[in-house]
């Protein structure tokens, strides 16, 4: 059973560009969760996601991010236009429905670096 | 809203040692789940133990203990007998009952010397 799936590891962007992260939550984990991880910093949430619903986006920069998770696939964290500023490690975690007090089962993140 | 302090950057034990990394946090709600989550240097977060707020007896997991003190908003973790793959960023998080979302501290660095 594979864990969180996250992909590419490692991304590098010029300034501009869009970036696309991409999870692929646990076999039977409905619920993904992204959190961003600065230099120095613990996590911060961003947004929760079920299947074609965003739930809660409240942790969002109100532009140039968003996020998906279609019926099919996997979840899309889109950054467009990145800057510096957004050169960080981001981590998806899925969980199922009735176990969120376990804690989440964590991927090993993809850490972007604009250029 | 929920804050966690880790006021610990950067800690050592010798092998084979004790360690008691801290962790405070500050809420408003009665119920909650507190958690300890280690960052080895290939990223992978991994859950190294939680506690229920409603329980009194502090959580084990093998070499890892938490001593969690409600009153005083602590939970704090003890890894016993280190070893070198102990040697990680430890962050304390915190998640509310009813919520989802996990709020973590900044973390504390702890090196293990052979």
């Known amino acids: 059973n594979a864990g969180v799936m996250q992909n590419p590891r490692h991304l590098v962007r010029r300034r501009g560009q869009e970036a696309r992260l991409r999870c692929s939550p646990m076999?039977?984990?409905?619920?993904v969760y992204w959190y961003r991880q600065l230099p120095e910093e613990g996590l911060k949430f961003m947004v929760y996601?079920?299947?074609?619903?965003?739930?809660?986006e409240s942790g969002m920069p109100k532009e140039r991010f968003s996020a998906e998770f279609p019926k099919e696939g996997p979840s899309i964290l889109r950054i467009q236009q990145v800057v510096r500023g957004d050169s960080a490690a981001y981590f998806c975690?899925?969980?199922?429905?009735?176990?969120?007090?376990?804690?989440?089962?964590f991927g090993s993140g993809t850490r972007l670096t604009v250029v | 809203a929920q804050t966690v302090t880790q006021s610990q950057p950067e800690m050592s034990v010798q092998e084979a040692e004790t360690v008691t990394l801290s962790c405070t946090y500050d809420?408003?709600?009665?119920?909650?789940?507190l958690f300890w989550y280690k960052q080895p240097p290939s990223r992978q977060m991994i859950l190294v133990i939680r506690?229920?707020?409603?329980?009194?007896q502090n959580a084990t997991e093998n070499r890892f203990s938490v001593n969690f003190q409600k009153a005083a908003k602590s939970f704090s973790l003890k890894i016993s007998d280190s070893q070198l793959g102990d040697a990680a960023m430890y962050f304390c998080?915190?998640?509310?009952?009813?919520?989802?979302?996990?709020?973590f501290g900044k973390g504390t660095k702890l090196s293990v010397i052979p």
């Open positions: 998080a915190y998640s509310g009952a009813g919520s989802y979302q996990l709020t």
């Open positions: 076999k039977g984990h409905s619920h």
């Open positions: 975690a899925s969980s199922p429905p009735s176990d969120r007090e376990d804690g989440y089962t």
């Open positions: 996601l079920q299947k074609e619903n965003i739930i809660d």
């Open positions: 809420t408003s709600e009665s119920d909650y789940y």
């Open positions: 506690q229920e707020a409603y329980k009194q």
